[in-house]
């Protein structure tokens, strides 16, 4: 029996946040249509993909999926138990601003099945929060942290992001340090990317604010990685650090090649070979969901090599590259073939080799660009 990722995506937000370019609404009063149409799609994909597969992880991803209502997460979690196998120790997990987290939805969340929780904190300083426009401050996330742990939640991720604008060293150590004295078990610490359209875009390019070069943002970056290895957090992951036992079944599942269907607007699948994406504008996934009981926008299927070149370039941020499972999976040739290029950078300290596996070493991650675009 195969195994199966479900991601549900939550386009709804409290408000816009400065740099985000995801698609997102803050409009809320299609909330219920929006489940009813999460759940056509499930049936819609159940007839296809449940035959011989059981579902090992589900992610409620946004958006802001915390301002569902708890009962809407709950219709859809049993529509996918009774459509799906749903694994009884399957992770399932829920990303919440910590600004939208009250007791109540905590509980419900709990009692619903979700076992996992994973808080947009970004960062713990109060004006980096408010220059980022987030609707909570420091406090709220640190309350929002004990009080779902306190409930029960004992798998809790926290995102947080480095490089902000006037952001120094120490203050990005001080985030850290409160992020490891919480009871989280995972941390996401990405780097501020600059999207255009966004409102941060039009600031910096107005010379009203200003991003640091690429040289701070490693420094930062490195500052982490060593940090978080010291308290307990192994990185398995270009952006990812958790503590043993406590990495995210679903994010493997994208890095492995484990097959994954999206549901909502937006949503990415993968299965069978071939990759496919829902519409991203809130009115036409519902029409097309109405008409067809998919929003399917586009889809591609995928060829051999381009399977095998998305392995390794996903195997090697993460878990690294499984030599074996590689030449059964894909090609015995491609280890060859990169042999002299891997021993140039084994020996500079950038990967190992141990057990089969071709893995980043914490130098390793931050040059992990380069190494991807030697190999062939
Ligand atoms: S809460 Fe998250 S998804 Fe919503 S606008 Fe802010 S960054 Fe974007």
């Known amino acids: 029996m195969k195994n199966l990722s479900i991601y549900v995506h939550i386009p709804f937000c409290a408000h816009k946040c400065i740099y985000c370019d995801f698609y997102s609404i803050t409009k809320t009063a299609d909330k219920e249509k929006y489940l009813e149409s999460l759940l056509r799609e499930i049936e819609f994909f159940a007839e ?31 529509a996918i138990k009774s459509r799906f196998r749903l694994e009884p120790d399957a992770e399932i997990t829920i990303e919440a601003n910590p600004g939208t987290l009250e007791k109540e939805k905590i509980q419900g969340f709990l009692s619903a099945g979700i076992n996992r929780l994973s808080l947009g904190v970004q960062s713990f300083d109060d004006g980096e929060l408010e220059f980022l426009t987030r609707i909570h401050d420091s406090k709220t996330a640190e309350h929002a942290v004990n009080e779902a742990f306190g409930y029960g939640f004992k798998n809790i991720n926290i995102d947080l992001i480095f490089n902000l604008p006037a952001q120094t ?41 200003k991003i640091s070069g690429q040289e701070f943002d490693a420094d930062l970056y490195e500052t982490a990685i060593n940090f978080l290895a010291e308290n307990g957090f192994d990185q398995y992951e270009v952006s990812n650090f958790a503590k043993p ?37 809130l009115k036409s996934y519902i029409e097309a969901v109405k008409k067809t009981g998919n929003a399917v926008s586009g889809f591609e299927n995928l060829t051999e090599e381009q399977l095998l070149q998305e392995y390794v370039m996903l195997s090697l941020r993460s878990v690294g590259i499984n030599i074996e499972e590689l030449k059964n999976k894909y090609s015995g040739e491609w280890f060859p073939r990169n042999r002299k290029i891997l021993s140039e950078y084994e020996k500079g300290g950038f990967i190992s080799f141990g057990s089969g596996i071709i893995k980043l070493t914490p130098q390793g991650y931050a040059v992990c660009d380069e190494i991807l675009t030697r190999l062939e």
């Open 245 to 281: 036992g406590s990495e995210c079944i679903h994010n493997k599942s994208y890095w492995n090649h484990t097959e994954y269907i999206g549901l909502g607007t937006s949503a990415h699948s993968f299965a069978d070979k071939k990759r496919w994406w829902n519409y991203s504008s």
């Open 169 to 209: 060293k120490s203050k990005w150590k001080n985030t850290l340090q409160k992020a490891v004295s919480l009871p989280v078990s995972h941390i996401s610490a990405y780097s501020l990317i600059l999207e255009k359209g966004t409102t941060l875009y039009k600031m910096v390019t107005d010379k009203k604010t």
């Open 48 to 78: 296809k993909y449940s035959n011989g597969r059981k579902v090992i992880s589900v992610f409620f991803g946004g958006g802001t999926p915390s301002l569902m209502e708890t009962e809407y997460i709950l219709k859809i979690i049993s």
